[in-house]
């Protein structure tokens, strides 16, 4: 078990390296002058040099890369021109707000889309198959930042339900005192009531808009899946064995049917991860996504370079505990490694 | 071949909702082409004292802030945005195929390098990716496509590479190589007309998927700049006006977006159907 | 054998295939038979119906399935027109099956142990306390070494051959009164399917189960059955006890099929196959008696409606040209 672990560690380092290359080159692919983009269209020929000494931007590539890499380990990922703070503390500072819009989206995806597709594999040809059929397809056609704002403009404009689309809190409430960074488990493990109620006002739309769009792969995941495991014969042996519908559907057929179900994971947190940054516009959430907009629209390099850095890392991560949590469930992928 | 085209005939019958994916495609092409034609505005033309007004019989779409008929707009940006995703798709297909092909055909070092490639690209949430390269090649329209191209080119090279890799592990190579065949034509008569299929089915998604990336792109303000009309764009140009009731703005172009990424990937569904529908899901 | 009310009456069994394709008359007419403790062999070539027959009897046919007629007595119910319910008490209780491919007959990512227990949860008033016990117990029950630490094992880390074991263990954890094995040794070496087929044996004639064996290979029911079935198309076509069957085979098809079976010295040369191949069943022109047209004795008289054999008959043929029975010297 350990040794599994340790390997799928140990594989996910190339990927790692990947990521910390691929964002290195991308700085170095800057048309023009480089040294000038980092020190900002404002800056003197001085700055810009002392810019270029400071990056070793005269250095040989590789030379570059090594200073890059010391400069990461130190924790130094540039600062940001517009707002003058230290990327890295700006990333820090943002992250738990983007952590908690994607994993409330998932989990609000998940609730919906696993027993849809359960349904819609147990009663194929009914209202709910093609239900299910209908969001599988339409589903990954939405662009996220349209569902955003049609949703926005009906709960918010036409139907009053919804807040203002205008962050992650009503600034009549103060945030809950951070332990974890995300408002809702923070503000119940202080015993907030309507604090939590208010955060979870202004959670609900964004976390909707992602999630529909993640609803779609799961769902036909599910429903393909359960289909597959549900004309398999160890089915046929548990049904023969007069268990109970319920046991075959639920500890037979279900767990089995998840497997393919979490290796699909990787693929809907890509989509997460990439439509955060549209949902964060739409709602003005104050992510590492609406960060990364901000530095774009000012033209400021060095958070850009951080954002992907981060985004890249924590995919891999990511993708690592999928990795792991697949290999928890199936006792068979001992065999593999 | 009159077996293929009575099956062909009967997923189209089943399928009637493939069919009118067909046709909406048709449709799209068709004013992606006419564009210019058909408009009933010039899109670029500003008319302050008519700025946002809701769709009328005048304006079936409905003016902008700027006063420009939205769908003239709508129709000329059919033209721009099936451009950057035909690109980005072909480039990838291109590409990414060929480097599938060297992958899976010659194995070794080369299977190895494209393979890290190809993981190395995946290792990124594929639309943060995209941004990355914008923002560092430059905010322009052909880097859209470039970056597009970039973060789709993983899915064909593991087609082709797996293709490449059954016909090599089952001694059709060898068998090839001793009737007298060089390589280059082992791999254009051989291998690549069994990529085929399954390459199609994969372009008919992606195209959808190209579509979605670059619309929201554009969204974020990277690639295509105002005046130029684009359905990603002028969904930006509207976000803030419709929380303040004024929906057409950018109801509509969002509409017809994904209109195509629907026609698209239930023509990619469709196709599948055709090409293998053991991997019907 | 006693003449008491069998265990199992099948009466006049049809059943079809809806498919896209067509109708399949996969099963016509079958009448049989079962007693108690009886050991049945039920044999013919693939496709000729005979694991479709098993599984309609416990109700978990394929959902194209379709009963066109007959009855299935067992214990006073009809388990053709059995609601879901009753037919799920009886299943795993009464009438077992295990099958072939053990290994994904199993669910492989459930240890053996717990998939014991959840039959005797289900059947079986055991408490708690005591199902580790019995699952282990059943194990031992099966042969199987070592059973305390086999109960965590996982299907995947046994043998072909213990995954079998295991099975049957499942199927017979409750007790059954029939237990239909359908093809259960095929793809196990020869060693280890002498081995489960005598486990089966020796269960069956400890508590007095009835067995329906279902196989292809002639020989293996030769040596395990007290009666043999035998089955072309979805027809029964000739039913007797083992050494009538053997030493006087009445049916043209019966007769083929022994000649085919490979005997210890047969020659390569030496062995005959039976011509032709199984009429489709998806025709509607099907005649009635579907061995017709493999059939060297073949005659206008088989035009008429195939005799049917009697459920209860102990032996009988479907045949208007029945081989004659030649009394041999004893």
Known sequence: MIRVIALRLIGAIPNLIGVVVVTFLLTRALPGDPAAF????????????????????????????????????????????????????????????????????????????????????????????????????????????????????????????????????????????????????????????????????????????????????????????????????????????????????????????????????????SFLLGSNVLVEKVFAWPGIGSYAIESLTASDYAPIQGFVLTMGVLYVLLNLSIDLIYGLIDPRVGLEA | MSATLRHIRYVLSENLVTLGAFALFTAFVLLAVLGPIVAPYDPLATDTARAMQPPSAAHWFGTDALGRDILSRIIIATRLDFGIAVAAVALSFVFGIALGLAAGFFGGWWDRIILRLADTIMAFPLFVLAMGIVAALGNSVANIVYATAIINLPFYIRVARAEANVRRNAGFVEAARLAGNGDWRILSHHIFPNILPPAMVQVSLNMGWAILNAAGLSFIGLGVRPPTPEWGIMVAEGATYIISGEWWVAFFPGMVLMLAVFCFNLLGDGLRDIIDPRRRT | MSAEIPLLKVENFGLEFRTRSGVVHALEGLNLAIRKGETVGLVGESGSGKSVLSFAMLGISDAAARVTGGSAWFGGLDLLKAGESDLAEIRGREISMIFQNPRTALNPIRRVGAQIEDVLKRHAAVRSADLRARAVEALRSVNIPDPERRYAAYPFELSGGMCQRVMIALALACGPALLIADEPTTGLDVTTQAGIMDLIAERARASGMATLFITHDLALAAEHCDRIIVMHAGHIVEAAPRRELFAAPRHPYTAQLIRATPAAGSLLEGLSAIPGNLPDLRRRDLPSCRFRERCERASSACDAPLPRIDAEALSGVACWHPLAVVAEAA
Not at chain 1, 236 to 249: E, F, I
Request: with cysteine; hydrophobic share 50%; charged share 10%.
């Open chain 1, 38 to 269: 980092f020190a900002g269209a404002a800056a003197t020929p001085e700055a810009v040099e002392q810019i270029r000494e400071k990056l070793g931007l005269n250095k040989t590539l590789i030379e570059q890369f090594g200073l890059y890499l010391f400069d990461l380990a130190r924790g130094d990922f540039g600062q940001s021109l517009s707002t003058g703070q230290p990327v890295l503390t700006e990333l820090v500072q943002r992250l738990p707000a983007s952590l908690e819009l994607t994993f409330f989206a998932l989990l609000l995806a998940t609730i919906i889309a696993l027993p849809l597709g359960i349904m819609a594999a147990t009663r194929p040809g009914s209202w709910i198959d093609h239900l299910c059929r209908l969001i599988t397809t339409a589903g990954v056609s939405l662009p996220t930042f349209f569902t955003g704002l049609l949703l926005a403009y009906v709960f918010y404009f036409l139907l009053g339900i919804a807040p203002s689309p205008l962050g992650r809190l009503d600034p009549v409430f103060s945030p809950p005192r951070p332990v974890t960074g995300m408002y809702l488990i923070d503000s119940l493990l202080a015993g907030e009531g309507a604090l939590f109620r208010a955060c979870l006002a202004q959670l609900i739309l964004p976390a909707i808009t992602m999630g529909v769009f993640v609803l779609a792969p799961l769902a036909r995941m599910t429903r393909a899946s359960m289909l597959g495991v549900l004309s398999s014969d160890f089915i046929r042996t548990a049904r023969a064995s007069g268990l109970a519908s319920s046991t075959v559907l639920y500890t037979y057929a279900f767990r089995n049917a998840l497997l393919p179900v979490v290796t699909t994971l990787g693929m809907v947190f």
